[in-house]
């Protein structure tokens, strides 16, 4: 069955799709059977991974609002080898509309049964907010991954994120946990950079990733050429830590399989 991964943060700008983009890409480099769900109507994620989201025919917009099967709304990313449930801008209009239908917070989650067996991880690109989408998101996930930017306002609006997945748990999705921290756009010189770590490390312990994603110029420019920073240059500092990324998350992953 596939672990099902949320990458999510209200907080905008602390590298949330780059991270899902990348984590994504080195999973399926690293011979996992990946789909990623963006759940953004900007399509970030899609665009990352070499989809054109102006010429997306099916997105995940079909499969929330009019059911339908993730099989048949997939595409797959030449680019990052794996496969794609897109976005774009229609799905700003299932927010609105799955507020009227039944079981509207678990859509995601009822699509995702059906290929379960087909993936080893799910991995979702959750909106930068907590609305419909982002709900939907985190009641179909095993998991959550927090991207971190190591900033001043680096914990603003965390303790909503926290209390929000708390509820989800309690309510609905039991399973829901925090996967991990990653701490994004990471720069040791700075001393500010240094301290937030720390305060993340003393209040999340070991859920925090030993991998850093540090600031990386190639990182920043690979979506524009459509390839996850994998393809785009692999040996550059961001590709380099994201392939490190998957295998900490593969090592904890072997962990609780065999506790």
């Not at 240094?194 to 979506?223: C, K, M, W």
């Amino acid at each position: 069955m596939a672990r099902i991964i949320a990458i999510s943060n209200q907080k905008g700008g602390v590298g949330k799709t780059t991270t899902t983009i990348n984590l994504a890409a080195s999973l399926a480099a690293s011979q996992q059977r990946v789909l990623l769900v963006d759940l953004d109507p900007q399509g970030n994620a899609t665009m990352g991974c070499g989809i054109d989201k102006a010429e997306v025919e099916h997105s995940v917009y079909d499969v929330l609002v009019d059911k339908m099967p993730i099989s048949q709304a997939k595409r797959f990313s030449e680019a990052a080898e794996m496969d794609i449930l897109a976005s774009n801008a229609d799905v700003t209009a299932a927010e609105v509309e799955l507020l009227s239908v039944d079981d509207k917070e678990k859509r995601l989650y009822n699509a995702l049964m059906a290929v379960n067996n087909d993936y080893d991880f799910v991995i979702i690109d959750c909106p930068p907010s907590l609305n419909m989408l982002t709900l939907n998101g985190l009641v179909a996930a095993d998991g959550v991954i927090i991207p971190m930017q190591c900033e001043y306002y680096a914990l603003e609006g965390l303790s909503a994120l926290l209390q929000t997945i708390e509820q989800i748990r309690d309510v609905i999705n039991p399973r829901l946990a925090i996967e991990g921290v990653i701490r994004t756009m990471y720069d040791p010189r700075m001393s500010l950079t240094t301290d937030v770590s720390a305060q993340l490390t003393e209040h999340f312990g070991s859920l925090v990733y030993r991998t850093v994603i540090p600031r990386n110029v190639r990182l920043a420019e690979a979506p524009s050429y459509g390839l996850p920073a994998l393809k785009y240059d692999r040996l550059s500092k961001g590709a380099v830590a994201y392939m490190a990324m998957a295998r900490e998350l593969l090592r904890r992953r072997e962990k609780q399989q065999a506790a």
